[in-house]
């Protein structure tokens, strides 16, 4: 019995305190360091949290490195996955497209209808050809909110043209040169267009506040503007074409019951722009 | 100078596990690309308790120590605890090293499986008592399956591997 037990400790001080060939450390030292690096580590202590971000700098660049190949691997497993699925995800497109033209065509009948409707009660507007310009400048003073542009009357633009980006509107042409065009930003406080809110149907006036967003003025009934409505152009007065998405609005102001509009657009990121105007049809 | 070559190309088989060891731990070798949900192993227990065992001039604990603060890092557990569930592992082929006189495949692979499942809930108990790290039961079975599971395909490979080159 006391043999068998002698056998095992001296099996168990050699695995764990007798250094191999070569080694620096015993098992039993690094066994002890780790347990101490993992308790410090639990307590934040700040040199472990140095030695890990140091760990971190060297182990993330050399793991981008070792990972190429498994990358590379990955890619083309992935490669030819998508090769022998082609079939089936073709098919799935089809059904796709097939169900997306025929909602299209539902589409464009509701597109002709409103427009058939419209001419009837002669309010259709035709949008004219873009031109797309560059921001030259944008004057951010706290007086004047516009941009200049570098297409002015040579290129066909005219006063009180429609500005937008992408699909927003930002504001309408006030001053044009020959090559260069003032364009009047919608936060500026003399700015008033006619919008209508959404989901509660209101028409009314947005004015610019001199800051970054707008106000709703003018509604007569006042605080009944939800959250979050949409305030989109109204077509009023015949300048703006209706449903031209303008902004949100955002009831977290207590000076104003209405609350205030968030533009869709961010008008200090505004690098290139869409000048258009609108004009009635002649009815038939 | 092909006397050169055959000494540095020797030299890189010796440094063979070591490579794989690093490889395995910044890659983490478990054939995630695969997408299959249940499926995973730890290679480098594998190659740890294989080259502790058989070979144990091939890996440094100093340089399995490392691995395990590196294994920390990429995987985000707490530092120090790869380490030391590496070094147990070490300790386990070691003292099987010291009391074995006729080396079997079974033998080996039963205490493996003991060892990785005692690792493992070692290392389930620290990371989820001491840290509150939430790990998930049958992901854990799953790695320790198919670990002990390997082992036996791993072992079989590199010894052969080994062998045939004649590494020492």
Known sequence: ?284 | MKLKNKELKKKLLQQLPLILLFISVLNNFDFNYLELKYFSFNFSYILIFYFSLKRSYSLGYTYIFIAGLFNDVVNGSPIGMSSLMYLFLCGVAAYLRVITLRTSLFKDWMTFIGAILVLNSLSFIIVNLFFGFEISFINQIVNIFFTSLLYLLFSSFINLFMSNLDVR
Not at chain 1, 231 to 259: C, D, E, H, Q
């Open chain 1, 1 to 284: 019995m006391e043999t068998s037990r002698n056998d095992f400790v001296i099996a168990i001080r050699s695995a764990f305190l007798k250094k191999q060939n070569q080694q620096r450390f015993s098992l039993l030292g690094l066994i002890t360091f780790s347990l101490l690096i993992l308790t410090l580590g639990g307590f934040n202590f700040k040199p472990i949290n140095y030695l890990e971000l140091l760990i971190k700098e060297i182990a993330y660049r050399s793991s981008f490195i070792v990972s190429i190949p498994e990358k590379f691997i990955k890619e083309n497993y992935h490669t030819a996955q998508d090769h022998i699925n082609l079939y089936n995800i073709n098919e799935k497109n089809e059904l796709e497209l097939k169900d997306l033209r025929a909602k299209d065509l539902l589409n464009n009948f509701i597109v002709l209808e409103n427009e058939r409707l419209k001419w009837i009660v002669e309010d259709y507007l035709f949008e004219s050809d873009k031109i797309y310009a560059k921001v030259l400048s944008d004057k951010n003073s706290p007086f004047l909110k516009s941009i200049i542009i570098n297409k002015g009357s040579k290129h066909g633009i005219n006063l009180g043209a429609v500005v937008k980006d992408k699909e927003y509107l930002i504001g309408k042409i006030v001053e044009v040169n020959y090559t260069t065009s003032r364009i009047l930003l919608l936060s500026d406080i003399n700015s008033k267009i006619p919008v209508l809110i959404e989901p509660q149907g209101l028409l009314s006036i947005l004015s610019g506040t001199g800051d970054k967003d707008g106000v709703i003025q003018y509604s007569k009934v006042e605080n009944i503007i939800e959250d979050k409505s949409i305030v989109y152009t109204s077509g009023a007065g015949g300048l703006f074409k209706a449903g031209i998405p303008v902004g949100k609005v955002i009831k977290n102001s207590t000076a104003n019951l209405n609350g205030k509009v968030d533009f869709f657009s961010d008008f200090s990121q505004l690098k290139f722009i869409e000048v258009l105007f609108f004009e009635k049809k002649a009815s038939k």
